[in-house]
Each structure stands twice: as structure tokens, then as C-alpha cells.
């Protein structure tokens, strides 16, 4: 049983950073691959960042790729996703994911863990 906890979230200026953690509970973190995901008021959610389980392999979403970097810390248990150049359209509930597999997947289902959620809003 893994138990992840977001935080991080906020409210921001356009073009502002926010820094998102994502605390595991538990030894076997490094043996999960991880993955960010968020979900916008009347959307589905969706696949934002994801790292495999050393943290030697990254992929993005389109939507975010140049802007937002994924990062992990097996040492302290934690994933990372550092956002900048904010937009409007990034303002969603954020998620994090752990799936017991070495490599990151692009879609919700593989994953077997899940945090609550926290809030992002990029506002003027």
C-alpha cells in the first residue's frame, strides 16, 4: 500500500511558477513509477508528467512539455513537478499517481495509487 499526499497548489499569476510535492508513504517508492495527472472543471483527467522508477526517463504532455519538469527524490520519498510559464489553461485540480511498474504510463488506468488532489489556479 502506497499513500501519496500533494501539496503545493495555489493561486498565480499568468507566466508565474508554482512548485508541486508529492509525499509516498512507505519504503517501496523506488520501486514505483510515477505520474502526474489534473483535471479541469467539466474535463476529463489527464496525463501531465511522468518518471520511471530511477527518475532516468521523463515524458510530457504537449501541452506542457518546455514548461513543466517532473523530478523525483527516492531518498526522501518524493515526486516533484515544477510548473512555470503558468497559464490560464493550466488551472485544474492536480493529481499524483504511483503505479508498481518500472517504466511511467500516459494513461490513468495502470496506476494503482492516488493522491487527493490539490488545487491550482492561474488567475489575474
Known amino acids: 500500500q502506497v499513500q501519496l499526499v500533494e501539496s503545493g497548489g495555489g493561486l498565480v499569476q499568468p507566466g508565474g511558477s508554482l512548485r508541486l510535492s508529492c509525499a509516498a508513504s512507505?519504503?517501496?517508492?523506488?520501486?514505483?513509477?510515477m505520474g502526474w495527472f489534473r483535471q479541469a472543471p467539466g474535463k476529463d483527467r489527464e496525463f501531465v508528467a511522468g518518471?520511471?522508477?530511477?527518475?532516468?526517463?521523463?515524458g510530457y504532455a504537449s501541452s506542457v512539455k518546455g514548461r513543466f519538469t517532473i523530478s523525483r527524490d527516492n531518498a526522501k520519498y518524493t515526486v516533484y513537478l515544477q510548473m512555470n510559464s503558468l497559464k490560464p489553461d493550466d488551472t485544474a485540480v492536480y493529481y499524483c499517481?504511483?503505479?508498481?511498474?518500472?517504466?511511467?504510463?500516459?494513461?490513468?488506468?495502470?496506476?494503482?495509487?492516488w493522491g487527493q488532489g490539490t488545487q491550482v489556479t492561474v488567475s489575474s
Open positions: 499517481a504511483a503505479a508498481s511498474s518500472a517504466y511511467y504510463y500516459t494513461t490513468r488506468r495502470p496506476y494503482d495509487y
Open positions: 512507505g519504503r517501496t517508492f523506488s520501486s514505483h513509477s
Open positions: 518518471i520511471n522508477r530511477s527518475g532516468g526517463s521523463t
